[in-house]
């Protein structure tokens, strides 16, 4: 079965620091890769998604990822964060077919002013 | 993009009590749906999977006789928490599998047993 890891349990930056969180995932075969995030007391959102092409995905609110398949990755970045950036970031893998996304454990982001 | 509409979203219900959340798909039939689980601080872990007009598979751990699953359409799934408990003060959320294998999720239960 895949599993998904996220190596950052919390981080903290200060507001127009670069971001990057790291997500690797366990799977051999195909997959679909997403990032969500979680704001506080808020359902998830899609940021982002890589289903096949150019693995440089640009998501929404400057949130971008790159997939690397040697490196079986999808980190997350965003270059210049905001207080409002603020909440829980997961990475999620699904394979084809009728399957659910599997969940990382989430990072927490604190961004301080 | 599809929407998915997850009620109630929020519930208070007495320990003992049964309580059922639905999860609709609202521009779209969705044949597979699956359910999560949210403690605090913690991620989504799969608690099921619910395919139309079949019944639903199961995690291991999780007691298939408490979490009651029906998915009766393509545009319907419900959990029942039968006899609830303060343990299971959570938050659900209901996923659809819509065209192209994209999941969308519900806006989420948050259970609170007293």
């Known amino acids: 079965a895949q599993s998904v890891s996220q190596h950052n349990h919390h981080v903290i930056l200060s507001e127009a620091a670069s971001l990057e969180l790291g997500c690797n995932y366990s799977y051999g075969g195909t997959v679909n890769l997403f990032w969500y995030v979680q704001y506080p007391g808020q359902h998830l959102q899609l940021l982002l998604k890589?289903?096949?092409?150019?693995?440089l995905v640009k998501g929404i609110k400057g949130f971008e990822a790159e997939f690397i398949k040697s490196k079986f990755s999808f980190n997350l970045r965003k270059p210049s964060v905001q207080w409002s950036d603020t909440a829980e970031y997961f990475c999620a893998v699904k394979t084809s077919g009728n399957t659910p996304l599997v969940f990382g454990k989430g990072t927490r982001l604190s961004v301080i002013a | 993009g599809a929407v998915v509409s997850q009620h109630p979203s929020r519930v208070i219900c007495k320990s003992g009590t049964s309580v059922k959340i639905e999860c609709r798909s609202l521009d779209f039939q969705a044949t597979t749906m699956f359910w999560y689980r949210q403690f605090p601080k913690q991620s989504l872990m799969l608690m099921a999977t619910s395919n139309e007009g079949s019944k639903a598979t199961y995690e291991q751990g999780v007691e298939k006789d408490k979490f009651l699953i029906n998915h009766a359409s393509l545009t319907l799934s419900t959990l029942t928490v039968t006899s609830a408990h303060p343990e299971d003060s959570s938050f659900y959320i209901c996923?659809?599998?819509?065209?192209?294998?994209?999941?969308?999720f519900g806006q989420g239960t948050r259970l609170t047993v007293v």
């Open positions: 996923s659809a599998l819509g065209l192209g294998t994209e999941a969308f």
């Open positions: 890589y289903f096949s092409g150019d693995p």
